[in-house]
T-cell receptor, first 115, second 114 residues
Framework: GAVVSQHPSRVICKSGTSVKIECRSL??????MFWYRQFPKKSLMLMAT?????????EQGVEKDKFLINHASLTLSTLTVTSAHPEDSSFYIC???????????FGPGTRLTVL | GEDVEQSLFLSVREGDSSVINCTYT??????LYWYKQEPGAGLQLLTY?????DMKQDQRLTVLLNKKDKHLSLRIADTQTGDSAIYFC??????????????FGQGTILTVHP
């Protein structure tokens, strides 16, 4: 149990377009999901906390109008990178909390490349 | 804010033990985690320990916590080539506005040689 999926696993887009990444908890309900960004050979940086039915909480320095997060149901959160630029190219990883917030299960990640 | 530091590289021979070290700064009650990341993949939770514990063992994995020095280590016994990956130490406070938020170390690249 506790499987988290992400879709797509890899996306290449042109500069100026928007890209939506989905994060799903497949076999459990997740009231809280987190979105992280990972640069090459670097650690994960928390971008935002997504709570079902309410607005996401963004970390300092993360533009909420640039990275739109929607947590529409207990099994789905989406991250939309709006008007993507090459500097948005990165590995985006989501995590979902099953029973307790201290137990996070991670998705396999989405590699975004903006040309 | 909280800070988590790790050594960046570790190279061991197959069959030997690996010890990956981590230090953290959070002085409140916290959970401390070890995650494994294989190339191009997400993170796999290996084990976690509460900050009032000294040790936790799970099969080949042993976590040791020195609360005074805020030093955490992960020992992998009988290291195999399949253990080659990046290992992240992370901490998450209990309670407060940062409850549940993970702060990660830089990751330690473990290379296991045959």
């Amino acid at each position: 149990g506790a499987v988290v999926s992400q879709h797509p696993s890899r996306v290449i887009c042109k500069s100026g377009t928007s890209v939506k990444i989905e994060c799903r908890s497949l076999d459990f309900q997740a009231t809280t999901m987190f979105w992280y960004r990972q640069f090459p050979k670097k650690s994960l940086m928390l971008m935002a906390t997504s709570n079902e039915g309410s607005k996401a909480t963004y970390e300092q320095g993360v533009e909420k109008d640039k990275f739109l997060i929607n947590h529409a149901s207990l099994t789905l959160s989406t991250l939309t990178v709006t008007s993507a630029h090459p500097e948005d190219s990165s590995f985006y990883i989501c995590s979902a909390c099953r029973d307790r917030v201290n137990e996070q299960f991670f998705g396999p990640g989405t590699r975004l490349t903006v040309l | 804010g909280e800070d988590v530091e790790q050594s960046l590289f570790l190279s061991v021979r197959e069959g030997d033990s690996s010890v990956i070290n981590c230090t953290y700064t959070d002085s409140s009650s916290t959970y401390l985690y070890w995650y494994k990341q294989e190339p191009g993949a997400g993170l796999q939770l290996l084990t976690y320990i509460f900050s009032n514990m000294d040790m936790k063992q799970d099969q080949r994995l042993t976590v040791l916590l020195n609360k005074k020095d805020k030093h955490l280590s992960l020992r992998i016994a009988d290291t195999q080539t399949g253990d080659s990956a990046i290992y992240f130490c992370a901490e998450s406070p209990i309670g407060g506005t940062s409850y549940g938020k993970l702060t990660f170390g830089q990751g330690t690249i473990l290379t296991v040689h045959p």
